[in-house]
C-alpha cells in the first residue's frame, strides 16, 4: 500500500453583490471540493484578504461601494498576485485585457467551465 498524499482544497474567494449567486457559486464549489469565502463588495474582498491567503479570487465588475476594478487594483497595491477570474455580464474578456487578470468568462456561464477555469489558474500558485 502506498502512503495517502494529503492535498489540500483549493480555496477561493467570490466577490459578487448578487446574493443568490453567490450563493449558487458556493454550494457548485463545494461540491467540487473546493472551499470558498464570500464577499459582496470590494471592501469586504480586501478585508477577506488581509485576513486569510486564497488560491483564486472570482471577480465581479460591476459593484456597490467598491467595484471590481478597484478592488483588483487596490490588490495589487498591496502586493498581492492572487488568481482573478473576472466574472461579468459587460465585458469581462475586455476587462480581463485592461485589468491583465488571469482569466474571465462572461455571465450567465457553465458552472463546469468556472470550476474547471478557477482549478486551471489556481493550480500554480497552490503547488508553489
Known sequence: MGSAISVQPLR????????????????????EGLEVATASDGFTGLEAL?????DAIVLDLQMPNMDGRT?????????????VLILSAYGA??????????????????????VETIRRIAEPAASS
Open 71 to 83: 478592488f483588483y487594483r487596490q490588490m495589487l497595491a498591496q502586493g498581492r498576485r492572487t488568481p
Open 50 to 54: 488581509a485576513r486569510d491567503n486564497f
Open 93 to 114: 474578456e475586455a476587462a480581463r485585457r485592461e485589468l491583465r487578470a488571469d482569466a474571465a468568462l462572461p455571465k450567465p456561464f457553465d458552472p463546469d467551465v468556472l
Open 12 to 31: 477561493v474567494l467570490i466577490i459578487d453583490d448578487d446574493q443568490a449567486l453567490l450563493r449558487m457559486l458556493r454550494l457548485s464549489m463545494l461540491s
